[in-house]
């Protein structure tokens, strides 16, 4: 199993990224994936998630309304579009799976983190 985390790079405040997570080895019909991220000195926390029972997403409050999770089974890829991005949204982002959305917070996989710098 693999996931491959890529996207990330510097962009002014209130500019966008799209952060792609490329999965191999796991089903994405099957499993629950989500985004997380992590700024010097803090905690990591979960940006969003997505369920694979129906495709329903959640969102951290600091980030609801400007980011937005996707998956394309066909590309066997997930995404998290980030638009409006403010300084405080810099941190290593990271993808991560697990077969349970209970668990997510917890996940069995996880990929290698990219760096969103917001920054002027």
């Known amino acids: 199993v693999q996931l491959q985390a890529s996207g990330g790079g510097l962009v002014q405040p209130g500019g966008s990224l799209r952060l792609s997570c490329a999965i191999s080895?796991?089903?994405?019909?099957?499993?629950?994936f989500g985004w997380f991220r992590q700024a010097p000195g803090k905690e990591r926390e979960r940006v969003s998630c997505s369920s694979s029972d129906d495709g329903s997403a959640y969102y951290a409050d600091s980030v609801k309304g400007r980011f937005a999770i996707s998956r394309d089974n066909a590309k066997n890829t997930v995404y998290l579009q980030m638009s409006g991005l403010k300084p405080e949204d810099s941190a290593v982002y990271y993808c991560?799976?697990?077969?349970?959305?209970?668990?997510?917070?917890?996940?069995?996989?996880w990929g290698q983190g990219t760096l969103v710098t917001v920054s002027s």
């Open positions: 080895g796991l089903s994405l019909d099957t499993n629950n």
């Open positions: 991560a799976a697990d077969s349970s959305l209970a668990t997510i917070d917890r996940p069995h996989y």
